[in-house]
Nanobody
Framework: QVQLVEFGGGLVQSGGSLGLSCAASGSVFRIYTMGWYRQAPGKQRDLVAT???????NYADSVKGRFTISRDNAKNTVYLQMNSLKPEDTAVYYC??????????WGQGTLVTVSS
């Protein structure tokens, strides 16, 4: 199994920047994709960005050009750099890992609040 621990999050003003990181441990050799999802109050959890082991990325349309996902495979860590933040980016952000032969792993979630 894989365990994920997230770092970052907090309160930022509209137009500001914030970075998140997520460190994986356990059976990390089985991970083939890592990424970020978010859940705003009263809404479903939605994809933000993912990156495969080979570096292929996928972004939600709402964050393209503003958010950047990256990975350090040596450290088993995924990052999310968020720029030009908007109030509608306010949500709990969850780290995700897709793991071969196991259910997806999820982090505990970290709150990002963007004030207007």
């Amino acid at each position: 199994q894989v365990q994920l621990v997230e770092f970052g999050g907090g309160l930022v003003q509209s137009g500001g920047s914030l970075g998140l990181s997520c460190a994986a441990s356990g059976s990390v050799f089985r991970i083939y994709t890592m990424g970020w999802y978010r859940q705003a109050p009263g809404k479903q959890r939605d994809l933000v960005a993912t990156m495969t082991n080979g570096g292929i990325t996928n972004y939600a349309d709402s964050v393209k050009g503003r958010f950047t996902i990256s990975r350090d495979n040596a450290k088993n860590t995924v990052y999310l750099q968020m720029n030009s933040l908007k109030p509608e980016d306010t949500a709990v952000y969850y780290c995700n890992a897709r793991v071969e032969f196991y259910p997806d792993a999820w982090g505990q979630g970290t709150l990002v609040t963007v004030s207007s």
